[in-house]
């Protein structure tokens, strides 16, 4: 086993090449020091075995105001990018009790009824935004139309957004400050115009809706508040947190669901011919490209051994889970870890969606999206196909989000048969 370097690996805040650099941190051991973005240091867990070990162990805290001396100490950047991450008060940043009151109320509206009793209105948005892509590609005068724009990051948005009750008319306002809330090469100023953007946006919200509840997640929000169990902070914390973990996810994983398979005609005609499950094609792009590639942060509360790596980890160290790392070991996926293969033996025993106590309550709804939307795009535009060569797709600037800025395609085909 290579010893971990002593030289931290700085992680690229532009996520040029997020495979490229874990690939580089595997070969540095289960665990690498690394600095993040903004020049903290932490270690990126890339081991699957490690990550699901510190996922489930009960002296792993995410609440960096109980268990982060860098935070406690004032020692961080001011306006660092990632502050956001750390400072939001919600489930994702609670640990022991304070996870378990956080999680109670949100779990209602993902359980497994509830998520199929919103099939109906996923196939209507899909049908809806599909013929919104062909008017587009009628209207473009060149007919190439972003793929990611009208329809990956869309159908999660539209999802996501009427889940927590947004009105129509907040919309697009929510979902231009979701696009850059998560990009990790911001500047202080950025981060924090962002930063008030959201408040403002939150305090608009949660006026319109206690004015009119609704059967939403920010009313059931709201009703906890007034039982007196989420204080202030943690209900717009709470909303922001649940739009951007239902929507740049999903989109990131339809971004490469159509991605590879538009890059690999022999995988979309076996799921397209029904050789394979669309379910197998949803698996195998979550593990093939995380769409959380790197999950910031987790903290050990005393010093802890892991006895099958050798490895240890202070107490208050920051670790960051490597999800993308994960889902391409070689020693659980085979050499060819790296290629996109839907008939793949290993493609469930994937981590993209967590471990153990902050397992993702969306991960139902997203399969859910994926088995809808893909079916229906290809089947509606058989000759769909990428306008740009494929290393001409430009990553999100994000350690964070593992997608694509735009994807650019033309539909091809007789475009009276589109709609
Ligand atoms: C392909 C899509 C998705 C992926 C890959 C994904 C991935 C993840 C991951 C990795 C975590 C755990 C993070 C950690 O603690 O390390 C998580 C948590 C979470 N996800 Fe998802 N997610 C997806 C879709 C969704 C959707 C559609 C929703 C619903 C709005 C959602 C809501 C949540 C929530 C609320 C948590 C926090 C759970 C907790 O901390 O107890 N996710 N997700």
Same mark, same amino acid.
């Given at each position: 086993?290579?010893?971990?370097?002593? #030289?931290?690996?700085?992680?690229?805040?532009?996520?040029?090449?997020?495979?490229?650099?874990?690939?580089?941190?595997?070969?540095?051991?289960?665990?690498?020091?690394?600095?993040?973005?903004?020049?903290?240091?932490?270690?990126?867990?890339?081991?699957?075995?490690?990550?699901?070990?510190?996922?489930?162990?009960?002296?792993?805290?995410?609440?960096?105001?109980?268990?982060?001396?860098?935070?406690?100490?004032?020692?961080?950047?001011?306006?660092? !990018?990632?502050?956001?991450?750390?400072?939001?008060?919600?489930?994702?940043?609670?640990?022991?009790?304070?996870?378990?009151?956080?999680?109670?109320?949100?779990?209602?509206?993902?359980?497994?009824?509830?998520?199929?009793?919103?099939?109906?209105?996923?196939?209507?948005?899909?049908?809806?935004?599909? /013929?919104?892509?062909?008017?587009?590609?009628?209207?473009?005068?060149?007919?190439?139309?972003?793929?990611?724009?009208?329809?990956?990051?869309?159908?999660?948005?539209?999802?996501?957004?009427?889940?927590?009750?947004?009105?129509?008319?907040?919309?697009?306002?929510?979902?231009?400050?979701?696009?850059?809330?998560?990009?990790?090469?911001?500047?202080?100023?950025?981060?924090?115009?962002?930063?008030?953007?959201?408040?403002?946006?939150?305090?608009?919200?949660?006026?319109?809706?206690?004015?009119?509840?609704? /059967?939403?997640?920010?009313?059931?929000?709201?009703?906890?508040?007034?039982?007196?169990?989420?204080?202030?902070?943690?209900? !717009?914390?709470?909303?922001?947190?649940?739009?951007?973990?239902?929507?740049?996810?999903?989109?990131?994983?339809?971004?490469?669901?159509?991605?590879?398979?538009?890059?690999?005609?022999?995988?979309?005609?076996?799921?397209?011919?029904?050789?394979?499950?669309?379910?197998?094609?949803?698996?195998?792009?979550?593990?093939?490209?995380?769409?959380?590639?790197?999950?910031?942060?987790?903290?050990?509360?005393?010093?802890?051994?892991?006895?099958?790596?050798?490895?240890?980890?202070?107490?208050?160290?920051?670790?960051?889970?490597?999800?993308?790392?994960?889902?391409?070991?070689?020693?659980?996926?085979?050499?060819?870890?790296?290629?996109?293969?839907?008939?793949?033996?290993?493609?469930?025993?994937?981590?993209?969606?967590?471990?153990?106590?902050?397992? #993702?309550?969306?991960?139902?709804?997203?399969?859910?999206?994926?088995?809808?939307?893909?079916?229906?795009?290809?089947?509606?535009?058989?000759?769909? /196909?990428?306008?740009?060569?494929?290393?001409?797709?430009?990553?999100?600037?994000?350690?964070?989000?593992?997608?694509?800025?735009?994807?650019?395609?033309?539909?091809?085909?007789?475009?009276?048969?589109?709609?």
């Amino acid at each position: 086993m290579p010893l971990p370097s002593r #030289c931290p690996f700085p992680l690229d805040s532009g996520a040029a090449d997020i495979h490229g650099e874990t690939a580089a941190l595997r070969v540095l051991g289960p665990a690498a020091r690394v600095v993040l973005p903004g020049g903290v240091p932490a270690w990126s867990v890339t081991d699957p075995g490690l990550v699901r070990r510190l996922l489930v162990h009960p002296r792993v805290s995410k609440d960096a105001r109980l268990h982060w001396p860098a935070y406690l100490d004032g020692d961080l950047p001011s306006g660092w !990018p990632l502050q956001i991450w750390i400072e939001i008060r919600t489930v994702q940043t609670a640990y022991g009790p304070d996870r378990r009151r956080l999680r109670r109320p949100l779990v209602p509206a993902f359980t497994a009824r509830r998520v199929r009793d919103l099939a109906p209105r996923i196939e209507e948005t899909v049908s809806e935004l599909l /013929d919104r892509l062909a008017e587009a590609a009628r209207a473009a005068p060149d007919g190439i139309v972003d793929l990611r724009a009208h329809f990956a990051a869309r159908l999660p948005w539209l999802t996501v957004a009427a889940l927590v009750g947004l009105p129509e008319t907040m919309y697009d306002g929510f979902q231009a400050v979701n696009d850059s809330v998560f990009e990790t090469n911001l500047s202080a100023a950025q981060a924090a115009a962002i930063t008030a953007e959201v408040a403002r946006l939150c305090d608009d919200l949660i006026a319109v809706k206690t004015e009119h509840p609704g /059967d939403d997640l920010a009313t059931t929000l709201l009703d906890t508040h007034r039982e007196g169990l989420l204080s202030d902070q943690e209900v !717009p914390d709470s909303i922001l947190m649940l739009l951007g973990a239902g929507y740049g996810t999903t989109a990131c994983m339809l971004d490469h669901a159509v991605v590879n398979l538009l890059t690999h005609p022999d995988q979309l005609e076996l799921a397209v011919s029904g050789r394979v499950g669309w379910e197998q094609v949803v698996e195998e792009t979550l593990r093939h490209q995380a769409p959380v590639a790197n999950f910031i942060l987790r903290f050990p509360t005393e010093d802890l051994h892991d006895e099958t790596t050798g490895m240890t980890f202070a107490r208050g160290d920051a670790l960051v889970i490597n999800y993308a790392a994960a889902g391409r070991d070689p020693a659980v996926h085979g050499a060819d870890a790296g290629r996109f293969d839907v008939t793949r033996a290993t493609t469930r025993d994937h981590l993209a969606f967590g471990h153990g106590a902050h397992y #993702c309550l969306g991960a139902e709804l997203a399969r859910l999206e994926g088995r809808i939307a893909l079916p229906a795009l290809f089947s509606r535009f058989p000759g769909l /196909d990428l306008a740009v060569a494929p290393d001409r797709l430009t990553p999100l600037p994000s350690i964070i989000f593992n997608g694509h800025r735009e994807i650019p395609v033309r539909l091809e085909g007789n475009p009276d048969t589109w709609a």
